[in-house]
Structure formats: structure tokens, C-alpha cells
């Protein structure tokens, strides 16, 4: 059975989930407020990085089955399952999600909803969210109890988005009748067999944060084993690898360096805490609080160590810093370790030069302060050090004899673990790394 679907909110997960669900036979009307994106995207021009999204754009477009538009009326006309993938970014000055792009998705979306349908939430938000929507829409759609709607959160990585949508581990449901599960069983038919998770809607919106929040708490796992390693002089790239033998602890994302950023967990730990603190389970989430405070820790730690080899102080000193985005394969720098590192050595003084193969554009907007080299090797000219803080594999492969030959000393601090500290040390560079002696 082939749906026609719409998506609203064309995002990192709404473009995504546009173009895969095309690809999986749907016809697909994507929706953003965003006129000029629409208008790019309309035109196969995709506004982020991501790998294999692009040609599955294009695909969709010749082939007719995905459209874009800014009108919510033609949306609702044309829908008969209404994907929500708006964003949900943390509140200014706050911990809690900003839900009010979602608020006003649905308030713009229901006054035309004139026919059965259903709506499918896929954003992260607080628990409690779908139910409020869910009064919303019987409330403001003349089709009223005709308008179901079920809760289906994603879990695609960036970097990874093509793939996790079309190959996803598992897909969760939260709905109340027979027939939002038949549709959505329905419409994910033609991935073949994945596990369904059918609850309710508090349980399908507390697995996402609840995924994530697990996720944090493991990579801050092995960086507070950092912070002990170095008081220790032991060595925690040695410690994870042992660690990861063990088949109950796991070797994913157990990868010690300058933490996590991005646009999901940072938010979606404070959010949860938020959330919990207003359902009065506030210290069930204390630890959350603490794995926040590693996270941001290895930050300042990073900033320490590049003063350390830069003699005690930045003043007139020149930092490379090679990395931008928040991970690798994504040109995303919301909370990036990596920016918020750089920024802030400037701020102390240094004069930083800061490459990445796809970010630089959105780093330039978000911290104009720096300096932006076209190349690794452009960066690094004259540099007193240099840091890794973003492990694209370009970056991996780097020769270190080459760069050593442009660098003013060789200085290099390894963020991420990316690095052979032999092969750095063999060409004469001081190799430093938080957590390794
Ligand atoms: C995350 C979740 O993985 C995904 O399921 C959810 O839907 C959205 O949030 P994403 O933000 O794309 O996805 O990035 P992810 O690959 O999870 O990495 C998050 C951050 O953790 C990155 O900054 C990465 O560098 C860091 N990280 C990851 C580590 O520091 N160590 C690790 O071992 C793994």
C-alpha cells in the first residue's frame, strides 16, 4: 500500500524522512515556512550535508513522487498521514525544549484538516507533548475525531541519516487505535523486517530521550575514566579497549576525547531533566546532570592542554584547529565541541585558524571572530599548535611530516584519539591527547 504523505518541517530530519519515504514508493509533499529552502530544494539543491541524501532528493524529484510546498492548506488537502518533523532546540536561558515550531505546525496544519487523516509525530519532545497535541487537533480540525495521531520518534544518526531511516534498528509506535498502527505498519511495510515496538504515547516519547540519555551517559562514562586515567598517568584508550571485550559493556561509543555535541544529546539530556524535575522525578535524572558537567569538562580540559603546549598562554599564538563540525560526515556545528573549543582559545588570546572539510560555511556564520583556512595545510602554516577536534578521516590521514614542515612547532593535541601518536612522534611532533600519559 502506497500512502500519500506529507512531511512538515524540512530540517536534517524532515528532508530525510522526505526522501525516503519517496523512495520507498510513497508520494510525499514536504512542507518548511522557509520559502527560499523550499524553493532549493524544489530544485534539488540540498541545504546540509549529508551523504547519499542528495541523489535520493533528485531521485524523488524526477520521478514525481516528492513535491515541496509552503502551503499548509494544499498540505492538508493532498495528506492522509502528516509526519511532524519540526525542530525542538533548547529553550534561551533554560533547560527545557522550545516546543513552539511544533505548536505551531499543528496550529496552522488542523484549520484545514477536513477529512480523516493522521498525524504522526516524529520530533523529540517532552513527555505529556503528544497528549496536549492530540487535544489540540481534535480541538481545532473541523474533521475533529476524525484527525488520529500516533507518536513515532527517530533515531537517525547525521552522517548516517539515509541509512538509519531506510535500515532503522527498530521502529516505535505510540497510538491509541487499531487503525493509526494498521497505516503506520502499513507505510513502513517496504523496509522489510524490522522489530515494531507498539506502547503508548508517554512510553514511544520517553524512548527517545531515554536512547539518548544512555548514549551521553556512556561516552561520559569513559571520559570521567579520562579525568581519572590522567590524575593516574594511565592510559584510557588502552582502559576502553579492554573494556569493550566485554560483551555487556560494548565497545560503541565508548570513544574518550572531547565529548559530545550536536544538535541532540546536549538538549535532550537537559530537556529530560526539565521534563522529570516537572513530573517530580527530578532526582531519578540527577546523574544526567553530571554527565553534562564531564561533557562540558573536556572541553575546558582541551582548552588547558593546547595552553600547556603553547607555552602557558596564547597570547600571539597561532592554534590550528582542524575540525569545526560537531562529528564527522555532518556539517552541523550546533554546541560543537570542536567550535566551542576554538572560540574559546581565541577568546584567551590565540589566533586561531580554524578547517573543515564541509562546516566552514555555517562555522563562519556562527563564530565570524575566527579565521577560516581552505585547507588543512593552509591552516596550519605557522601555527605553535596544532588540535584535532573533529576526526574526518582527511584529518586521520594527514602526513605528518608534511605538516611539520609548515607548522612554525610541532605541536599537536588529538582531541578525538583519531591520531597514531607513534607515526606524529616519529616526525618529530610533541603528541598530547586528555587521558593518555
Ligand atoms: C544522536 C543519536 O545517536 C541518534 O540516535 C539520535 O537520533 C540523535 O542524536 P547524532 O547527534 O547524529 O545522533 O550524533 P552521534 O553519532 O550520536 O554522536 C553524538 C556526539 O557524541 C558527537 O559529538 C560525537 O563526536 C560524540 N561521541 C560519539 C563521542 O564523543 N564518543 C563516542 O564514542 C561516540
Redesign the pocket.
Known amino acids: 500500500m502506497r500512502y500519500r504523505m506529507t512531511v512538515i518541517g524540512s530540517g536534517y530530519l524532515g528532508i530525510t524522512h522526505a526522501a525516503c519515504m519517496a523512495e520507498l514508493g510513497h508520494e510525499v509533499l514536504a512542507l518548511d515556512i522557509d520559502a527560499d529552502r523550499i524553493r532549493r530544494l524544489g530544485a534539488g539543491q540540498l541545504p546540509i550535508h549529508e551523504a547519499g541524501l542528495e541523489a535520493l532528493l533528485r531521485r524523488g524529484l524526477d520521478s514525481g513522487k516528492l513535491r515541496f510546498t509552503t502551503s499548509y492548506q494544499e498540505a492538508a488537502e493532498f495528506g492522509d498521514v502528516h509526519f511532524l518533523c519540526l525542530g525542538t532546540p533548547q529553550q534561551q536561558g533554560a533547560y527545557a525544549a522550545d516546543v513552539s515550531q511544533l505548536d505551531a505546525a499543528v496550529g496552522a496544519l488542523a484549520p484545514h484538516l477536513g477529512r480523516e487523516c493522521l498525524v504522526v509525530g516524529k520530533s523529540t519532545v517532552p513527555v505529556g507533548t503528544a497528549e496536549r497535541l492530540a487535544g489540540a487537533l481534535r480541538r481545532l480540525a473541523p474533521a475533529g475525531d476524525r484527525v488520529d495521531l500516533a507518536w513515532n520518534p527517530?533515531?537517525?544518526?547525521?552522517?548516517f541519516a539515509v541509512k538509519d531511516t531506510l535500515g532503522p534498528d527498530r521502529i516505535v509506535l505510540g497510538l491509541r487505535t487499531a487503525s493509526a498502527e494498521k497505516v503506520l505498519r502499513e507505510v513502513y511495510a517496504p523496509l522489510g523486517d524490522v522489530p515494531f515496538v507498539v506502547t503508548d504515547f508517554a512510553t514511544a516519547e520517553l524512548v527517545k530521550v531515554a536512547?539518548?540519555s544512555f548514549?551521553a551517559t556512556k561516552?561520559s562514562y569513559i571520559n570521567a575514566m579520562a579525568e581519572v586515567c590522567e590524575a593516574a598517568g594511565a592510559d584510557v584508550v588502552r582502559l576502553a579497549e579492554a573494556l569493550s571485550y566485554d560483551d555487556r559493556i560494548g565497545g560503541r561509543?565508548?570513544?574518550p576525547?572531547l565529548?559530545?555535541?550536536?544538535?541532540?544529546?546536549p538538549k535532550d539530556i537537559r530537556a529530560f531533566m526539565a521534563r522529570a524535575d516537572e513530573l517530580g522525578a527530578g532526582p531519578a535524572l540527577s546523574f544526567l546532570r553530571e554527565v553534562d558537567a564531564v561533557n562540558l569538562r573536556r572541553r575546558d580540559r582541551t582548552v588547558d592542554l593546547a595552553r600547556d603546549l603553547a607555552g602557558g598562554s596564547f597570547a600571539g599564538r597561532r592554534v590550528t584547529v582542524l575540525g569545526a563540525a560537531?562529528?564527522p560526515d555532518s556539517d552541523d556545528i550546533r554546541d560543537s565541541?570542536a567550535l566551542h573549543v576554538a572560540a574559546e582559545i581565541q577568546r584567551q588570546g590565540g589566533r586561531v585558524s580554524v578547517y573543515d572539510p564541509v562546516a566552514l560555511d555555517n562555522a563562519r556564520k556562527a563564530c565570524p571572530e575566527l579565521s577560516y583556512a581552505t585547507s588543512a595545510t593552509e591552516a596550519a602554516r605557522g601555527a605553535h599548535v596544532l588540535l584535532l577536534l573533529t576526526e574526518w578521516r582527511e584529518f586521520v590521514r594527514l602526513d605528518p611530516a608534511e605538516l611539520g614542515a609548515v607548522v612554525a612547532v610541532r605541536h599537536v593535541l588529538d582531541g578525538r584519539h583519531a591520531l597514531d601518536p607513534a607515526r606524529w612522534r616519529q616526525a618529530g611532533w610533541r603528541y598530547r591527547a586528555p587521558g593518555r600519559p
Request: proline share 4%.
Open positions: 527517530e533515531f537517525l544518526r547525521e552522517g536512547a539518548n548514549l561516552i561509543f565508548l570513544r576525547g565529548g559530545f555535541g550536536g544538535g541532540c544529546l560537531f562529528k565541541p
